[in-house]
């Protein structure tokens, strides 16, 4: 179990995202979309949802000063230019079932300021590919529908271009659903929680490096720095005790204890040891607003 964590923050020119995430059903009672063979006809895979408000939470103050400082306003931008564009197909059959298709879309008409008009839903369009060889989408949520509350769990693989990605297999996404039309108008007070293992944060560079010590991420965590507060790992994923981390002089870890308080492992690296598989709780929240959802290429 776990989710990694990367920032692309060079991407200032980034364009549409790949399409490289999946489709779901769309409507309640009704079969999942299956992916056509070609987008010749342009066949529309249905009402969809895309998500016009991302921001990184999490447990404790830690994770929102990390997003506010460092995510937040980011991947806004990228929204509201076009670059970021993460849909959603909610299928919700007659027991309340529901499979929670998500994957990347670029727009129409390449014009950002009308993505989210949900009294004239954009067309948003997501690759074939984004289907796997039997027509099932290559990356869903599987959960079901409570009265309006969603709750679907699953794998997730996102590399959001410009702002973050992470790779989850104990993902859970939740939110309240509002119906419209023929299918449903938003996706609100919606969140994406997994657990981030220590060392996909230690993948990230430091930064801060210029006022706060410590090469990567983690090294940043752990320390604390001005308004971040030191952070040890809150999930014991291995299940024998949390992980913990010590950094020398320089700022950067060079001391791992594994989660039996017994074994020690020292020198810069020890993070990259498999026993260090503890983790910090993740927290993406999210709105979706209606959209319609063209297959093409």
């Not at 950002?112 to 796997?132: G, K, M």
């Not at 993948?203 to 604390?224: K, R």
């Amino acid at each position: 179990m776990g989710i990694a964590l990367a920032w692309a923050l060079a991407c200032a020119g980034c364009t549409a995202p790949p399409a490289q995430l999946a489709d779901a059903g769309s409507l309640a009672g009704d079969a999942r979309v299956d992916a056509p063979t070609n987008d010749a006809l342009g066949r529309s895979a249905g009402p969809g949802l895309a998500v016009d408000q991302l921001a990184l939470t999490g447990e404790g103050a830690l994770f929102a000063l990390l997003g506010s400082a460092l995510i937040n306003d980011f991947a806004a931008q990228r929204i509201a230019a076009g670059q970021l564009l993460l849909a959603l197909q909610v299928d919700v059959g007659v027991d309340g079932d529901a499979n929670v298709g998500v994957f990347f879309a670029s727009d129409s008409d390449d014009d950002p300021t009308d993505n989210f008009d949900v009294e004239q839903p954009e067309r948003l369009i997501v690759s074939t590919s984004a289907f796997d060889a039997t027509g099932a989408p290559v990356v869903a949520l599987v959960g079901s529908v409570d009265g309006d509350e969603l709750t679907a769990t699953g794998s997730l693989d996102l590399a959001l271009p410009g702002a973050l990605a992470f790779a989850a297999d104990d993902a859970v996404l939740s939110g309240t659903l509002v119906s419209g039309g023929d299918g449903f108008d938003s996706l609100r007070d919606a969140s994406v929680r997994a657990t981030m293992p220590a060392l996909a944060i230690a993948s990230v560079p430091n930064l801060l490096i210029d006022m706060c010590p410590g090469d990567d991420l983690l090294d940043l965590m752990v320390n604390g720095c001005g308004f971040l507060p030191p952070a040890q790992p809150t999930v014991d994923v291995d299940g024998d005790g949390l992980e913990r981390f010590v950094t020398g002089a320089n700022g950067v870890i060079d001391l791992c204890i594994d989660g039996d308080g017994v074994t020690e492992l020292r020198g810069v690296g020890c993070v990259n040891d498999p026993t260090m598989a503890d983790g910090y709780t993740f927290e993406l929240s999210m709105h979706a607003t209606r959209v319609e959802l063209v297959l093409g290429e």
